[in-house]
Antibody, heavy 115, light 110 residues
Framework: QVQVVESGGDLVEPGGSLRLSCAAS????????ISWVRQTPGGGLEWVAY????????EVADSVQGRVAISRDNAKNLVYLYMSSLRGEDTAVYYC????????WGQGTLVTVSS | EIVMTQTPLSLSVAPGQPASISCKST???????????LFWYLQKPGQSPQLLIY???KRFSGVPDRFSGSGSETDFTLMISRVEAEDVGVYYC????????FGQGTKLEI
């Protein structure tokens, strides 16, 4: 069955960096856009970034522009989210989802930015 | 940036009664390809969000037919014909025509 599994979340100090990973299975990975969505402690959902099936197109949200990059490895069915210059407001559970419909979500990985 | 506004933000419904959630966007979600990119999700307590409805009114696989979506352009509605205990959680609308943006969420209680 379709499955996505996030990993890489951690406690990091303000200004630090982190790489999140998303491992996918159960579908033809190279046919799909993949998005990252985060959920803050307050509960709201915020789209963060997406990458096209072959990796030649990507977009990131204004709130993380210049601090976040997304990439994928279709040979390994992996998507990465690189985050730098982390701030307290980046504290959230980060979900990987199969786009465009966002029809499959992982359990999320927690990123905590705190000193 | 397209802003999505949901009403109400919370809702208490007796089992077996209907429920309705509104979602309004600041711009039309009708794409040049003829599709309207409006989605509905339910996040049950302790779980990840799950897709209920895509492209305004298409039920995702396995979603009970008591859930239905309607609307066009900028005004959309999610309806539950007869609420069941398992429908408790937070409902979100999402636009996918200009990047993505979610509504604030509507908490449904029984």
């Amino acid at each position: 069955q379709v499955q996505v599994v996030e990993s890489g979340g951690d406690l990091v100090e303000p200004g630090g960096s982190l790489r999140l990973s998303c491992a996918a299975s159960g579908f033809i990975f190279s046919d799909y856009y993949i998005s990252w969505v985060r959920q803050t402690p307050g509960g709201g959902l915020e789209w963060v970034a997406y990458i096209s099936p072959n990796g030649d197109a990507m977009e990131v949200a204004d709130s993380v522009q210049g601090r976040v990059a997304i990439s994928r490895d279709n040979a390994k069915n992996l998507v990465y989210l690189y985050m730098s210059s982390l701030r307290g407001e980046d504290t959230a559970v980060y979900y990987c989802t199969r786009a465009v419909k966002m029809d499959s979500w992982g359990q999320g990985t927690l990123v905590t930015v705190s000193s | 940036e397209i802003v999505m506004t949901q009403t109400p933000l919370s809702l208490s419904v007796a089992p077996g009664q209907p429920a309705s959630i509104s979602c309004k966007s600041t711009e039309s979600l009708l794409h040049d390809d003829g599709e309207t990119y409006l989605f509905w999700y339910l996040q049950k307590p302790g779980q990840s969000p799950q897709l209920l409805i895509y492209e305004v009114s298409k039920r995702f696989s396995g979603v009970p037919d008591r859930f239905s979506g309607s609307g066009s352009e900028t005004d959309f509605t999610l309806m539950i014909s007869r609420v069941e205990a398992e429908d408790v959680g937070v409902y979100y609308c999402l636009q996918g025509i200009q990047l993505y943006s979610f509504g604030q969420g509507t908490k449904l209680e029984i």
